[in-house]
Every structure is written in C-alpha cells, then in structure tokens.
C-alpha cells in the first residue's frame, strides 16, 4: 500500500517539479547565450557557453556595492525585526491584562492592512526625518515586519512552560533577563524559522525600494535587475544574468536553511 501511495506521488511531483523547473532553465540557459542566440533559441542550450554576459554585468553595473547595500538592509532589517517581534510577544505573554489584549487586537488589525496602501504617508514621514533616499529609513520601514514575527513568535512563546518564568522571578530575576538568558534560548528555532522567511522577503523585495530610494549608488541588487529593462529595447540576457545573481544567494540560504523552517513550525505545535 505504500509503495502505491509512494508511486502514485512520485507520478503527480515529478511532472510538477519538471513544470515549475522550466522557468529557472529558461533564466539560467540564457545567461550563457549572446542576445541574437537568445531571441533565435530561447529554450534550446547554447552553442557554447557565452560568458560575456557576467564579465559585462560586473564591468557596467555597480553590482558589488548592490550586493552590499542589499546584504546592510537584510542584516539589519531582520535584526530589527526579530527583536522588536520577540519583546512585544514576551511582553503580550507576561502581561494579561485588558490593555494587553487590546494592544493584541490593534496589532490584528495593523497586520491585515495591506502594506502598499501604507507607502504614501510612510514616505511623508521618511521625509519629515530626512531619512528618504537612505538605506538606514529603508530598514526602519522593513521593520514594520515586526508585526508578523510577532504573531508567529507569540505561538510558539506560549508553549514555554509559565512554571520556569515564575521560577526565575523567585529567583530575583528581572523581565530583561528573563527575556534574554532565559525566553530567548528556548524560542531559538522559531526566530531561525522567522528569520529565514523575512530574509527571502526583503532581499527580493522591490516596491519598496523602488520607492524609497532614488540614487543609483544606495539602489539594491533587484533594481539592478529594473536597470536593464529599457523602454523600448530590453537586453535579455543581461537581465536574466542580473537575476541569476540576485536569486542565487537566496537559493544557498534557503537550501542550508529550510529544514528550519519545518522544524521551528512543527517544534511550535507540538509543545505543550
């Protein structure tokens, strides 16, 4: 019966991975292909491998100070993100009064509104603070993704036993310390399993900082990819190059990284 069950899953992910893998062979085949081999044969594999368009992406774009803007916006970002979300759930946890839950439903109620109907009065309030058109105003807007750690952190925070908390207060110890040495240790896989998912979002994102930042040496490594998309012409295969670029360290992230997503999830619902 399971080997049945085994095949019959096989028969339905194979053709689907095979569907969903012709887009990353499309991108990646024609980084190796000149413009005319491209617009002849995009599908079919070079004649021979061009590798004209990396030499030509690294000589003609700022691709390393991208690289470096992108990776100083993501660090701190997270950073940011984590530990704003982990406070407030602590603090959610250890406060149940009324205002607690209050504040828990004015939170509800910030995480269902969408973000983009949020971008305009954000800018007015970067520009009020001169902060536009920098990569430090562009980390406190991502930090606004506080909010959704927050509501998955609180979960899992909720499975720490109340007994070892209480007992740290009999001890003397105060909210920061038991917040740092001892709640934070123990929620360990659920602000790896957070920090994978928001390193994805804010090292692809691209409204944001489309919109928040205008020179072309604080831009991040997907405008890049935006630069060389013209108006009337587009290079193709440097596009597809610069993407390659872009998605590649998101790719070795999430590969050393993904089994951390299940776990700190699974780890979460089992406790308790």
């Known amino acids: 019966m399971k080997s049945r069950r085994g095949i019959a899953t096989s028969l339905i992910m194979v053709p689907l991975?095979?569907?969903?893998?012709?887009?990353?062979?499309?991108i990646v085949v024609n980084t190796f292909k000149t413009q005319a081999e491209t617009t002849q044969s995009p599908l079919g594999l070079p004649s021979r491998p061009y590798f004209g368009?990396?030499?030509a992406v690294f000589r003609d774009t700022p691709i390393v100070t991208s690289f470096l803007n992108t990776l100083y916006?993501?660090?701190?970002?997270?950073?940011?993100?984590?530990?704003?979300?982990?406070m407030a759930a602590f603090?959610?946890?250890?406060?149940?009064?009324r205002l607690t839950k209050a504040l828990g439903v004015v939170l509800i109620v910030a995480f269902l509104i969408p973000g983009?109907?949020?971008?305009?009065?954000?800018?007015?309030?970067?520009?009020?603070?001169?902060?536009i058109?920098?990569?430090t105003g562009l980390v406190f807007v991502y930090g606004a993704g506080s909010i959704f750690c927050y509501f998955l952190i609180v979960g899992y925070m909720r499975t720490v036993p109340s007994e070892i908390i209480e007992a740290a207060r009999i001890d003397g110890a105060g909210p920061f310390r038991i917040f740092?040495?001892?709640v934070l240790?123990?929620?360990?896989p659920i602000l790896v399993t957070v920090g994978v998912f928001q390193t994805m979002w804010v090292w692809n994102d691209f409204i944001t900082p489309n919109v928040f930042i205008s020179s072309p040496g604080k831009q991040t490594l997907v405008l890049q990819v935006y630069t060389a998309v013209g108006q009337f012409t587009t290079n193709w295969p440097a596009f597809m190059t610069l993407s390659v670029i872009v998605l590649a360290p998101t790719v070795v992230f999430f590969i050393f990284t993904q089994r951390h997503i299940v776990s700190g999830l699974l780890k979460g619902s089992i406790k308790g």
């Open 116 to 131: 983009q109907s949020t971008l305009l009065p954000i800018y007015q309030m970067l520009v009020d603070v001169h902060l």
């Open 133 to 135: 058109d920098s990569l």
């Open 180 to 182: 740092w040495s001892l």
């Open 53 to 55: 368009n990396y030499a």
């Open 91 to 97: 603090g959610i946890i250890l406060s149940r009064g």
């Open 73 to 86: 916006v993501t660090t701190l970002s997270i950073a940011l993100m984590l530990l704003v979300g982990s």
């Open 185 to 188: 240790p123990l929620i360990r």
């Open 17 to 26: 991975s095979c569907l969903i893998a012709v887009p990353f062979y499309y």
